[in-house]
């Protein structure tokens, strides 16, 4: 299969491509510890919707969106933070163009927690002016990859947190080159349950990071990573054998 990238892509290459559905990538700029890329959000979530697409026929990986709604992590530097309301915009935006091209099936994989509202939002205000255009969305691939690994292989706050075990442990299989572990360092913040406190991050933690990175291997990372392509590639082809109807009830 060819590079499915529209990013480095001839017209002739997107022309002859064959392209009925595209990926988007939405991720962030933010801190994410003294160990880990400010794009780690970005570079995880690009990582999966290009294997994505390499695998399934007729997708298009769409260039990713390296900014999201990072306000809440504003308190350590830097995090370059779109509005909720300018990043609902842009998705609007890029959902209108992809329609204008007769491309109506998109799948979002989204990277990063402060995205997940004006993702549902943008898509859900979209949709019931087009629903002829239709949108999945892998919202958290940290819990989803979670769900979908083996209950013991994290060790400390089932390996969740913000460039904690799993995230850490995601990049290590994505890109190791980009780590740097002897700096990695966090705390697990005592949150109450049932009941979501809107914190700002350095209420969390005085590091930037939420969980344990020491306890990140690649082996972690790799167990995520290939069950999340799996999950999104059957998805893809189930959503494909069935033409991408949304009707989702029998009569």
């Known amino acids: 299969m060819s590079d499915s990238r529209l990013l480095t892509m001839t017209g002739h290459g997107f022309k002859s491509g064959g392209f009925d559905k595209a990926v988007l990538a939405v991720g962030s700029t933010e801190y994410h510890g003294d160990h880990l890329p400010y794009g780690t959000d970005t570079l995880v979530a690009e990582h999966l919707a290009k294997a994505v697409a390499d695998r399934v ?11 999201g709604m990072s306000a809440h992590y504003s308190s350590f530097p830097l995090a370059v933070t779109l509005s909720t309301e300018t990043l609902m915009r842009v998705l609007k935006e890029v959902f209108a163009s992809l329609l204008k091209q007769g491309m109506e099936r998109l799948l ?10 004006p993702i549902d939002a943008a898509v859900r205000e979209f ?30 706050w089932g390996g969740q947190g913000h460039a904690g075990e799993g995230e850490t442990s995601m990049m290590l299989a994505v890109a190791p ?6 700096r990695a360092r966090g705390v697990v913040p005592d ?8 914190w700002n991050f350095d209420e969390l933690t005085p590091y930037g990071v939420t969980g344990d990175p020491t306890k990140a291997t690649e082996g972690k990372g790799r167990l995520m990573r290939d ?3 799996e999950l999104l590639v059957q998805f893809v082809e189930e959503m494909d054998e069935r033409d991408w109807d949304f009707t989702f009830y029998n009569l």
Do not use: C, Y
Request: aromatic share 8%; proline share 9%.
């Open 108 to 117: 979002i994989v989204n990277g990063h927690d402060g995205n997940i509202s």
């Open 177 to 182: 080159e980009l780590v740097e572990m002897d």
């Open 127 to 156: 949709r019931v002016e087009h629903p002829e255009f239709r949108v999945a969305v892998l919202e958290a691939w940290w819990v989803s990859a979670g769900e979908l690994i083996p209950d013991d292989t994290f060790e400390v």
């Open 227 to 229: 069950a999340l392509i």
């Open 57 to 67: 026929e007729g997708m298009l990986m769409l260039p990713p969106l390296p900014f």
């Open 191 to 198: 949150l109450p349950l049932h009941v979501q406190v809107k």
